[in-house]
């Protein structure tokens, strides 16, 4: 008996979750919109940023030095990444997620399906980590095209219950956005169905210090991504001191997307 106890003595402390600074999932389109050249493009942006020294600085900078980190893919469902939440304590572990990331192959392809993302990432958290911040990172070409909502919807009732059912209220839980406006129902320039901040403003983004940011295509996502994945390490929004012209229209456009998601906030 006194062995059992001590078995299961064992089990129950291994369960508490680990305490760390940031749990970040990163929640990415692999919708058929999405062609694997596109996907590459996307992959790599994580592998490069993982890789880059001064973005490992930023991931460590926290009170207790260490982030846990997951990527999840979104078509017509959901899916985790199977090597599952990894910690981030070191810039050779940050150096072995890239190195993991970079072979890993897309799951599916199919509709798209933001929702389940989303849904998919939020029932992980607070699971082998708990984190003095929990964000939800949603990167994606288009609009939510199944579950009652149709692609040039601008209100999507089964995505902003998503959101919600994840933030929940809580003051330390946000989602953020980027989005790669290259399909002609879904941009920025005045055009298009659907304006992609828009988009995010109605249905996506929310919680503390929440931002979005827009980029004109894939081939400008790994400078995106790095400025993104800062701000969310650092808990610093994007600012405008970035002189150069494409990162300068990148934090414009975060900026917008902080402004409206802090009036959410203070509206609620």
Known sequence: ???????????????????????????????????????????????????????????????????AVSVFFFGTDGHQWSPGWQLIDSAAAAGNFATTLAGTNRPESGSTNIAAGIDTAAGTFGNTYIGTRQLIDVSGDGSQSMNGCYFSDLSCTTLQGSRDAFLDGSANRAINALWINDRDYFGNTGSETINSLDYGETNVIGGTDSFQLAISGFSDFGEAIGTKLKAEFTGEPPTTSVPEPTTLSLMLLGLLGLGASRRRLKAA
């Open 1 to 67: 008996m006194l062995a059992a106890s001590l078995v299961f003595g064992i089990g129950s402390a291994q369960a508490v979750p680990i305490p760390v600074d940031l749990e970040l999932a990163m929640t990415i389109d692999v919708s058929g919109s999405v062609d694997g050249t596109d996907y590459a493009l996307q992959r790599q942006g994580y592998v490069d940023a993982f890789n880059n020294a001064s973005l490992q600085n930023d991931m460590l900078s926290g009170d207790l030095g260490q982030i």
